[in-house]
């Protein structure tokens, strides 16, 4: 197991093989941003998903996860909401939910993890569902793109699959809190020293860049509530990755991608001009893979990453 | 035993300009404490180092401080957990606080937060003219005692990545001490004490759960939320962003099923808040250049009424 976590820390389920991973049939809850602003990361993942021989069967009438605000005005919502969710995974005969975006994995986990604990909570869920005729019968684990890449596919599996190696790319991971934190929720790895990025990273060619703001947080949620604070932490962190060296950023969420991508230009006054282009996971992995750049929305980012890639001569 | 290097910073805001670090190696069991090892270190090596602590056992929060990157409990931080492969262990000041000697901070800017908060419980009377014992039910009080648990270290003050960018912020740790006099049934200023710790920019929490290493467990992240719960249901300051982003997002899940990225633009700032609305159009303009703004319109999802039936069932809040 590549993480550093003690036994007691690890989330139980957050390694588990499920079903779903032997048939290679995955439920796939893309996330309201991926639908939305990000669809180049919609598209990355069902072709890489396509590369791997996977299947990721979408849950098409899933309602948002609750993106960790729903919480800041009450305490059952999210978790009802993902309940639902689940059902729809069950019915479909799945029992992995797999997700390409931090918040989401965090905060259906968290949701996941209230209603196995407790049968008030699995109580009070099914009683709401069954208004509409639905149950969830608890059989559901909900992990993220990035463990399915490494406990599923390996990362042996996956160096040999590289056709287009990034040619030594120096890319600095950017983790995204709530795939991390808390330890209890998540315990796929160690929130403190992950190393899952720079695994996926080395194992398609590029060299890992190790900076403390990799787990730090890129303000997302706090965008609209003050001016200028989430673009500095955006700066900030930036800032420590491109004086490492950093030449790209890779992040497994699109809230991170968002602000990354977006406040560079802005928070350039208070931390200097950093302009690094940020790639989302499976955009990244699946150009390795083989995937025509082309159709991975690489012209969609704000900061276009292709200057970086034409200068390692990685595309024409 | 093991040979453990402490690759200490040194500064002295008395004499100073620059920092610089120094190596002390000493010869201790591996499981002892960083904070131990630093004590044989002062009292076998350098006598010059300097450093916070009194208990030694987690419970006077004086020695929190960086190890290898990040903040912890000196004492309660076995060596053999953070040294890396050749027995080095860095030790920094906490981060977001101004150095005074090694690893002792300023610690002002916490404390000012913290007093800030009037932390005493302020009674709708005076306890002389009070006939008898104010009591908690054990329900109530079990709302309060991990809270109470707080040795006020500033783990969580030196974590945070918003104090780090914005120094007005409140910080996890008062907010979390709000929330201990805000839940209290004794007290009889909640809705001033929400008012207040809004003002002090509660909503500017950026839910990273970088406070979820509380050494005591206190989770100041999950308080944070509780206080938020509070300002909602006492409907106070009601108009600020944070409460209008939270309730936007309420109502735009609730209406589509999803998170309406533009809609949770407009309800956040104002639509008619023009002043607002320009300063963000500046990025929402290189969006659009690279088509990737969001839908105007979002479709709900199907059967978007089950979502509908959990919102009411529920009564969450939508406005």
Do not use: E
């Given at each position: 197991m590549s993480t550093t976590l003690l036994p007691e820390q690890r989330a139980g389920d957050a390694h588990k093989q499920t079903k779903s991973s032997q048939s290679k049939r995955y439920g796939f809850f893309p996330g309201c941003v991926a639908k939305e602003s990000c669809k180049e990361l919609f598209n990355s993942a069902m072709l890489l998903a396509d590369r791997l021989g996977i299947e990721l069967v979408e849950l098409t009438a899933a309602s948002c996860c609750g993106a960790s605000v729903v919480n800041d005005t009450n305490r059952d919502v999210a978790r009802v909401l993902n309940a639902r969710t689940y059902a729809q995974a069950e019915a479909l005969g799945l029992d992995d939910v797999i997700t390409i975006c931090s918040t989401c994995t965090g905060h259906m986990r968290a949701a996941n993890k209230e209603l196995l604990e407790s049968d008030v909570h699995m109580t009070q869920a099914n009683a709401i569902l069954g208004k509409f005729g639905a149950r969830y019968n608890g059989t559901v684990t909900v992990r993220h793109l990035l463990w399915l890449l490494i406990d599923d596919i390996g990362l042996d599996r996956l160096r040999e699959m590289v056709v287009r190696p990034l040619n030594g790319l120096k890319v600095a991971p950017f983790y995204g809190c709530h795939i991390i934190r808390p330890e209890s929720v998540n315990g796929w790895e160690s929130s403190r020293r992950p190393h899952s990025l720079e695994d996926i990273i080395a194992a398609i060619g590029g060299e890992p860049i190790d900076y403390a703001g990799k787990t730090r947080c890129c303000g997302f949620h706090i965008q609209l509530e003050k001016e200028g604070v989430a673009t500095s932490m955006v700066g900030q962190n930036m800032r420590m990755a491109k004086d490492r060296g950093a030449q790209a950023v890779l992040t497994p969420c699109p809230l991170c991608h968002l602000a990354l991508d977006g406040y560079q230009a802005d928070s350039a006054a208070r931390w200097g001009r950093t302009d690094l282009p940020t790639f989302h996971l499976p955009q990244l992995v699946a150009f390795a893979l083989g995937v025509p750049p082309e159709k991975l929305g690489l012209n969609k980012h704000l900061i276009d990453p292709r200057t970086v890639m034409v200068a390692q001569e990685l595309i024409a | 035993m093991a040979q453990i290097t402490l690759d200490v910073f040194r500064f002295d805001e008395a004499v100073d300009v620059v920092p610089h670090r120094s190596q002390v190696t000493v010869d201790v069991p591996e499981t002892t404490t960083v904070l131990d090892a630093l004590e044989t270190a002062k009292a076998e090596v350098d006598g010059s180092i300097s450093f916070r602590r009194s208990c030694r056992s987690a419970i006077?929060?004086?020695?929190?401080?960086?190890?290898?990157?990040?903040?912890?409990?000196?004492?309660?931080?076995?060596?053999?957990?953070?040294?890396?492969?050749?027995?080095?262990?860095?030790?920094?000041?906490?981060?977001?606080?101004?150095?005074?000697?090694?690893?002792v901070v300023h610690m002002d800017p916490f404390w000012d937060k913290y007093t800030r908060l009037k932390p005493y419980l302020q009674p709708a009377d005076r306890d002389e003219d009070h006939a008898t014992e104010r009591r908690v039910s054990p329900e109530d009080m079990k709302k309060l005692v991990d809270v109470a648990n707080c040795v006020m270290c500033a783990t969580c003050y030196a974590l945070c990545p918003v104090v780090s960018v914005d120094p007005a912020f409140a910080g996890p740790a008062a907010i979390a001490y709000a929330y201990r006099f805000i839940e209290d049934v004794r007290d009889s200023k909640r809705d001033e004490r929400i008012a207040q710790i809004s003002e002090d920019y509660l909503w500017l929490c950026a839910h990273c759960y970088a406070c979820s290493y509380c050494p005591k467990h206190v989770d100041p992240n999950d308080r944070i939320v509780d206080v938020k719960r509070a300002a909602i249901a006492d409907r106070v300051m009601m108009n600020e962003r944070g409460p209008r982003h939270a309730l936007t997002v309420n109502r735009t899940i609730r209406q589509t099923g999803m998170l309406d990225e533009t809609e949770l633009i407009l309800g956040t700032i104002g639509r008619f808040n023009v002043r607002g609305l320009l300063k963000v159009a500046p990025l929402g303009l290189r969006m659009a250049a690279k088509g990737k703004l969001p839908p105007i319109f979002l479709k709900p999802i199907p059967k978007v009424d089950e979502v509908r039936t959990i919102f009411d069932a529920l009564e969450v809040p939508v406005a």
């Open positions: - | 006077c929060g004086s020695c929190s401080m960086n190890i290898n990157g990040t903040t912890g409990l000196a004492c309660k931080t076995p060596c053999n957990t953070v040294m890396d492969k050749d027995g080095v262990i860095q030790v920094d000041p906490m981060p977001n606080f101004q150095p005074m000697k090694d690893l």
